[in-house]
């Protein structure tokens, strides 16, 4: 099994829309999650970190299913710059800094 | 607002020869690492750097690679032999530290081309 593991898409969705992105995660203990925004051969870039209890930024909101390990993404009312690849990052050992990275989820917002 | 910066944008090199990449990160971080992404792949991480010593490093980050940081901004990713294989986009990253959530943010990154 992977160790985070995405839909790769692509998500094709007309403006206004609403899109959800699963994503699921090998390590029960793994203790930090996130969702990051990387544009084409761009850096990625922190959308919003993942917290046990739910967050919501703007039109974006977070979840985390700790008992079935995995993590949502929900965009309302899409936008043509919401177009990007969104990515699933976990912080999968305790005691560890490193990130693991899932391969992405395509989203292409239409006008 | 305070960024990771990198340069080179773009590194061409011949097989063999020796590459150094370069990063400012966020200035009160403690926390620096570096990423590679292959075209095509996802991100994958090389080595995290703290209190001037290697702190976790992956399974990619071979002999062939070292991290330096010479002097209180830059922060240096070595690849002492190039392979055609290490073209790749690198990423240098930095996270505060304090925080036990560990977010990190990324620079534009490198662009490495072996021919």
């Known amino acids: 099994r992977k160790e985070v593991e995405q839909d790769p898409g692509p998500f094709n969705v007309p403006e206004g829309a609403t899109v959800a992105f699963n994503c699921t995660y090998s390590?029960?203990?793994?203790?930090?999650f996130f969702w990051y925004r990387q544009d084409c051969r761009k850096e990625p870039k922190l959308l919003m970190s993942v917290y046990s209890s739910g967050n919501e930024d703007g039109r974006f909101t977070a979840q985390l299913n700790r008992a079935s390990q995995y993590i949502s993404l929900l965009i309302r009312d899409s936008k043509l710059s919401d177009s990007a690849t969104y990515l699933c990052v976990v912080n999968i050992d305790t005691g560890r800094r490193a990130l693991t990275f899932g391969s992405g989820t395509r989203l292409q917002v239409q006008p | 607002e305070p960024e990771v910066t990198q340069t080179p944008s773009h590194q061409v090199t011949q097989m063999g020869q020796e590459v150094i990449l370069r990063c400012v990160p966020i200035?009160?971080?403690?926390?620096f690492y570096w990423y590679r992404q292959i075209l095509g792949q996802k991100v994958e991480f090389l080595v995290s750097?703290?209190?001037?010593?290697?702190?976790?490093k992956s399974e990619i980050f071979d002999d062939q690679f070292s991290v330096e940081r010479p002097d209180g901004s830059n922060f240096t990713l070595k690849i002492r032999s190039t392979k055609l294989e290490d073209s790749a986009m690198y990423f240098c990253?930095?996270?505060?530290?304090?925080?036990?959530?560990?977010?990190?943010?990324f620079g534009p990154g490198t662009r490495l081309t072996v021919l």
């Open positions: 390590n029960s203990a793994s203790q930090s």
């Open positions: 200035s009160n971080h403690l926390y």
């Open positions: 750097f703290y209190n001037n010593e290697i702190s976790e």
């Open positions: 990253a930095s996270s505060p530290g304090q925080s036990s959530y560990n977010e990190q943010f």
